[in-house]
């Protein structure tokens, strides 16, 4: 598995998926020259969406792209993890994905028993999602090499600490590595990750993909400033809360798009939504009116 895959903003609206729109976004990401699709990760708001959700959203997906498609399945409860890997199965997924258990700090043996038992659920290819700044926990190199020796089946980690130290770690394992921080794209690459699982993909899939095919062609420059375009417009959205700025930039810069499951998010108010565009006027984009 390489290239850009993206961290699927999945959209509400009026308290439910809006699967028009949805459409209509993994249509736009599938023409723009994305390689696959992560859905029910931190972008998509993954830990509030149902099990109905989930299948309707994969139903959404599937029907309207051929790329891969990569599912994280994790749940607090078990069952409802093993009925996402039953329905990653199901709509053709070539891996999971899985942050480890949070809330209750895990310990060694608390990781190995739960990604032992999740490659006991299926034969696709395992990934680890590590996002300590989320879950509390972070899955280092020196933790993953002990998976393996234990003989645990992980195919690689999808590493969105942005530390490029630790994303060399992983990739010395001989594991595949795509990296999940939109400002160490490149970088990342760079060092022998192989893509990567991006939120800023939803947003500018065009820049993504020129910045891949610059860093394979050897145009480093060019792709350094495709870079810093990404994170430029990522730095954006640090200062708003859960995942909506990812939303207001799809409907800023594409398209119109719903917004977050309510209440445990929330979306952006009308205030907020137009600093955003005044912000990306200055970055020089043309934001709709």
């Known amino acids: 598995m390489e290239g850009i895959f993206v961290a699927l903003a999945i959209p509400f609206r009026n308290g439910k998926l809006d699967k028009e729109a949805l459409a209509r976004h993994v249509d736009s990401l599938t023409k723009a020259g994305v390689d696959g699709f992560y859905p029910f990760g931190t972008t998509s708001q993954g830990p509030y969406l149902t099990l109905e959700e989930r299948k309707e959203a994969l139903e959404v997906i599937t029907r309207n792209t051929d790329k891969q498609l990569m599912v994280h399945v994790f749940s607090f409860d078990w069952q409802e993890v093993v009925e996402t890997v039953r329905l990653a199965e199901r709509y053709g997924a ?84 795509l990296n999940g921080a939109d400002s160490t794209i490149l970088p990342a690459l760079m060092v022998g990750a192989k893509g990567c699982i991006s939120a800023m993909a939803n947003v500018l899939p065009e820049v993504m993909r020129e910045m891949f095919n610059d860093f394979r062609a050897g145009r480093i420059q060019s792709a350094m400033e495709k870079q810093d375009l990404i994170a430029r417009v990522r730095e954006l959205i640090k200062g708003y809360p859960g995942v909506d700025g990812y939303y207001k930039l799809i409907h800023l810069l594409r398209y119109d798009f719903g917004t977050v499951k309510e209440p445990y998010l929330r979306p952006l108010n009308e205030s907020e939504v137009q600093r955003l565009r005044e912000e990306l006027i200055r970055l020089g984009l043309k934001p709709r009116v």
């Open 94 to 177: 070539v891996a999971i994905s899985s942050i480890p258990p949070i809330y209750y700090k895990p310990d060694y043996d608390t990781l190995r028993r739960y990604y032992e038992k999740l490659s006991q659920l299926t034969k696709l290819p395992i990934f680890i999602y590590n996002i300590p700044q989320n879950t509390g926990f972070n899955v280092t190199p020196d933790l993953v090499a002990r998976l393996l020796n234990d003989g645990i089946r992980i195919a690689g980690v999808k590493d969105s600490t942005g530390d490029i130290t630790q994303i060399m770690g992983h990739v010395r394992l001989g594991i595949t590595v």
